[in-house]
């Protein structure tokens, strides 16, 4: 079901200082250490992400347009959507056709799907350019059916995280979440602190970060007791955890939003980050909230020796609050004059509720013709896509004394980038040779007003496509790798430029590989078995000649094998392994052995462990060379480690003769 904060977080005026402290739990728990700013979240801009867009036909195991419709199971359309803000997707390689009437510019109203890992690595590429420190993964109740997807998105954010040099940190959401108590002990040991050895996970403190959101709140879908807030929140310490807690508006004065009795839960975190979505809604909202909450919050949280990370708000799109970023600005200039170091921004790409910075169409040009979304410039002012990302760079710079502090917005709606159209489509595209696992693409240069930074190259694949590789600005060729014998593939190319847009795509191109050989694959479609596997990701995918199909073991459970009866005695000689060819699987290696076996029960050594480096700009390919010519029947991969996953993963295992 689609779920938002603003669903159970009702307005709440600010009416003064009023409510007092409660007296008596501050025995509890001790008061939290004070905090330096050598670490990712003090003196730093924060984003909550939420992650939790899919598509039908993206893979992710929860098969639906989760948080795009209100209906997952039927495609998004004027009748069937979640959203009150339609993105700018120029940017995606791999979008979704949806069931809304074209953009007013005419081209197809396509989604992206937050389980492309190259959806996610192009929103963390955002976050670097425009000066975002950090991350806040959303983390919902994972045990029901959106948990695996869940899952997989906290890998996708890690490796995004890790390629690009932003930090992030798990935000668990306790909404509705009954079970909390025990749960979310056995969810952070058994799946979620193996995060905390990524480089890119955030610290503080030299201690891991995490959030705990909702503790204190006054509403029926966050009933839990003080004692077992500080359970929870103590257990965290005793992980040797920094702990952030997302607490009501009123947390200090423990009425209207918040419970009473929770002063002892708020002193016992290391910084708080109070709610703000729905409190405040144009710039005299925000002047108010400085004088009864910004000011005097950040007192008590210094008496206390408790972090302060207050919310930040682009403004609801569908409110009209933005002001073309009037609005925002104003809230950085309040936390500024305040002495406020660090900030929370609600949220990077919550289209749901309209409060997103990400990408946003600008204009009516951008949005589905007759939908009824507004745009960025809906108070007549025109703001270019990326506005609330280059707005949220600058509050952060003001707020760290590289800019000045000042009331005036100093971030121009729109900037001439001096990059003013999109590059030419690549032409003449052409097969210049095929193999049965290989086709070599060639084209005509692209033009473009300044200069073309490089081609997308793209596969069709279920009905959208797919992109597989790049090649750079100077060449004209691209060989694709790790397909299927006889089977028909059609392709096409993107030109891109330094502006970041793309051209429109090139004439598609489609060729049938070269049947196998006698000498090819002995592999191909075999029997194949498995030490384990995980959902329907079984051995047998590894040798359906299928190169989007692949075994995947349990995880966390090393080392894991993968098996082939190649039928009879054999001499082996050369191991070919791919993962899929899209670039949504980022680059890993896994360390794989291989053991050999004429009877299926006694197995020998044939190659000793060796580590497989997997690249999707290089076919997502790895060979393995045995030291000698070997005969053996029953193949056996041995994997004992993977730095992308915590399984063993092949897409296709080819072997070939001496």
Not at 414 to 426: E, I, K, L, Q
Request: glycine share 10%; proline share 6%; charged share 15%.
């Amino acid at each position: 079901m689609e779920f938002t904060r603003r669903m159970f977080l009702q307005a709440a005026t600010a009416a003064g200082l009023t409510g007092a402290i409660g007296a008596g739990e501050a025995a509890l728990a001790s008061a939290a250490s004070p905090a330096d700013s050598s670490g990712d979240v003090v003196g730093k801009v924060t984003v909550g992400y939420q992650g939790w867009f899919a598509c039908t036909g993206d893979g992710a195991p929860i098969n639906g347009w989760w948080h795009w419709a209100r209906n997952w199971g039927d495609t998004p359309s004027p009748s069937n959507h979640a959203i009150v803000a339609w993105p700018d997707v120029r940017d995606y390689p791999t979008t979704y056709p949806t069931a809304f009437g074209n953009l007013g510019n005419g081209r197809p109203a396509s989604l992206f799907s937050s389980y492309d890992q190259s959806t996610v690595d192009v929103h963390f590429r955002w976050m670097k350019q425009y000066g975002i420190d950090t991350a806040a993964l959303q983390r919902f109740n994972p045990t029901g059916g959106e948990g695996p997807t869940r899952d997989a998105m906290a890998g996708k954010v890690r490796a995004a995280a890790e390629a690009e040099n932003v930090k992030f940190y798990i935000m668990y959401d306790v909404s509705d979440w009954t079970s909390m108590r025990t749960d979310i002990k056995a969810d952070w040991t058994g799946k979620m602190r193996a995060h905390t050895a990524s480089s890119a996970y955030a610290r503080q403190n030299g201690k891991p970060v995490v959030c705990l959101w909702g503790f204190g709140f006054n509403d029926a879908q966050r009933p839990f007791t003080p004692e077992a807030c500080l359970d929870v929140l103590n257990w965290f310490k005793g992980q040797g955890c920094y702990v952030i807690g997302g607490v009501p508006t009123w947390w200090r004065t423990g009425d209207r939003d918040s419970r009473p009795g929770f002063t002892g839960v708020y002193h016992a975190f290391d910084m708080l980050s109070p709610w703000l979505v729905g409190r405040i809604g144009n710039a005299g909202d925000a002047d108010n909230f400085y004088t009864v909450a910004t000011v005097p919050d950040l007192a008590e949280c210094t008496a206390h020796g408790i972090d302060y990370q207050p919310c930040v708000l682009p403004g609801g799109v569908t409110d009209r609050q933005r002001a073309h970023g009037d609005f925002m600005w104003r809230q950085f200039y309040n936390m500024g004059r305040a002495g406020v170091r660090s900030v929370y921004i609600s949220m990077f790409d919550e289209y749901n509720e309209g409060n997103q910075i990400a990408k946003t169409a600008e204009s009516q040009d951008w949005v589905p013709a007759g939908s009824g979304f507004l745009a960025l410039d809906e108070d007549g002012t025109a703001c270019s896509s990326d506005y609330y990302l280059r707005l949220t760079g600058d509050g952060g710079r003001m707020l760290q004394g590289l800019l000045a502090l000042t009331a005036t917005r100093p971030t121009p709606p729109v900037v001439g980038s001096g990059d003013n159209r999109p590059p030419t489509a690549p032409g003449n595209p052409h097969i210049t040779a095929v193999s049965d696992t290989t086709v070599a693409l060639a084209w005509t240069a692209s033009t473009d007003d300044v200069g073309v930074t490089g081609y997308r190259v793209r596969r069709f694949s279920d009905g959208t496509t797919v992109p597989i590789g790049t090649a750079p600005a100077s060449a004209t060729t691209y060989t694709v790798a790790g397909l299927s014998p006889s089977t028909s593939y059609t392709f096409d190319l993107q030109a891109l430029d330094s502006a970041g847009s793309v051209s429109p795509p090139s004439r598609p191109i489609t060729v049938t590989t070269a049947a196998t050989s006698s000498t090819g694959d002995l592999a191909l479609r075999r029997p194949a078995s498995e030490s384990s596997h995980t959902q329907t990701y079984s051995a047998n995918n590894a040798v359906d000649g299928d190169p989007g199909t692949y075994w995947e073991s349990a995880n966390h459970s090393f080392p894991q094998w993968l098996q082939v009866d190649l039928g009879g005695t054999t001499g082996v000689r050369r191991i070919v392994l791919a993962l899929p060819p899209s670039p949504s699987w980022a680059a890993r290696t896994q360390t794989i052995a291989v053991q050999g076996s004429v009877d299926g029960t006694s197995f020998g050594q044939l190659l000793g462990s060796t580590d497989c480096a997997f690249d999707p700009l290089r076919g997502n390919t790895a060979t393995l060379t045995l030291p000698a010519a070997t005969t053996t029947r029953h193949l056996r991969l041995v994997c004992t480690a993977n730095t992308g996953w915590p399984a063993g993963q092949i897409a296709q295992l080819q072997v070939y003769g001496t």
